[in-house]
């Protein structure tokens, strides 16, 4: 008679992912199905975010706190955190979360906080990715999956993918193409990480999935 041991059982991650608005991206990954992740909450500083109503029709816990009602950033930090440590996360995700996090946000969930940011990283960090891009004759665009610290859209990078800027292109027509390639990339940064492939290296992420982890998606 076999007997099975604990190791012989996936140990499944805690998943909380946070949101400012539509959460296409929160959606992608709820839609992947991702083994070994539960999906425990999604969170967002918005009451209005049409993806806390998406996500609470599939039975996800949801909840806003409103960063208008605190004094500071601070103040507002330290409540979302107590509100995402309720859920006991392994991975907290930032998809399209529109906040600047405080340094002590990024140290509480230091190697266990993931961003997915629209363009090549390190180039255009901040807002307005696309129109830059275009303003620079790029003729390449992207978006990059990270590990989260202290500096803006900055850390090791999980993954990148890239699309082509074609002649005519505007920067809408940019951010659907780069739109399309996010919601591949970051369900399998969930995956990876879920599965424990990733080991943070420096300033590196090293990903134990076959070489071809980070390829490049062409839209």
């Known amino acids: 008679m076999n007997h099975l041991s604990q190791s012989d059982f996936p140990v499944m991650k805690n998943i909380v992912i946070l949101i400012s608005g539509r959460g296409s991206n929160m959606q992608a990954v709820v839609e992947a199905a991702v083994p070994n992740a539960d999906i425990r909450a999604v969170l967002s500083n918005n009451e209005n975010a049409a993806g806390l109503a998406w996500a609470a029709s599939r039975g996800i816990a949801t909840a806003a706190l409103n960063h208008r009602n605190f004094p500071d950033r601070e103040s507002f930090d330290r409540a979302m955190m107590e509100l995402i440590d309720r859920h006991q996360p392994d991975l907290v995700v930032l998809a399209g979360f529109m906040r600047i996090l405080t ?19 390190p180039a255009f960090t901040g807002l307005h990715t696309h129109e830059r891009a275009l303003a620079a004759g790029c003729r390449v665009a992207g978006c990059t999956v990270h590990f989260v610290t202290p500096e803006l859209d900055c850390g090791p990078v999980i ?44 300033n590196r992420v090293l990903n134990s999935r076959a070489a071809d982890s980070e390829a490049q998606f062409l839209a």
């Open 103 to 121: 340094p002590a946000f990024c140290a509480h969930y230091e190697g266990r906080l993931i961003n997915i940011h629209p363009s090549l990283l």
């Open 159 to 202: 993954a990148q993918g890239v699309v082509p800027i074609l002649d005519g292109d505007t920067a809408d027509d940019i951010a659907a193409r780069v739109l399309k390639v996010e919601h591949q990339l970051l369900p399998q940064a969930v995956a990876d990480f879920a599965a424990g492939r990733l080991k943070i290296d420096g």
